[in-house]
């Protein structure tokens, strides 16, 4: 009997709209929201970070820049910092910070509606991975 292969699915239902703030961060000026499917790492979920969250998008650091450009990974950054707040620990305490790391990477590489602006599989890899290794100095858990 063949196994039944899994399918991801990320869906996107509302845009990113923010405004700068003085320190470079960005509020959110609307929810932004997802669906996020993904059988293999057990996560069923729609994901929101609020109208009035801060976010720094995903920090990148200047030496993997070259590899990644930070607009490809804006989304995922929005939604993968409200998980590693004590706010998206409180809203989803079933994620784990390995699935919520995962969640950054499937949103990544699942882009903005069929543009450019998303990572290749390799990308992908390379970003979970670093985040596996050094997200938690800033995981916020309770």
Known sequence: MKDTPHVTIVRRFTDLKTIRLPSGKRRLLQ???????????????ILT???G???DYSTIPW?????????????????????YTIDGSDRYPHLSR????????LIAQAGDRGS?????????AAGYRALRMFGW?????K
């Open 63 to 83: 030496y993997v820049s070259w590899v990644m450009s930070w607009y490809k990974v804006d989304l995922s950054g929005v939604i993968h910092d409200m998980l």
């Open 98 to 105: 390995r699935q919520k790391d995962r969640i950054w990477r």
């Open 31 to 45: 929810d932004l929201t997802f669906y996020v499917e993904d059988p293999e790492f057990g996560i069923s979920d």
């Open 137 to 141: 100095l800033h995981y916020k858990k």
């Open 53 to 55: 969250s801060v976010t």
């Open 116 to 124: 450019l602006a998303k990572i290749n599989s390799i990308q992908g």
């Open 49 to 51: 970070s609020y109208k």
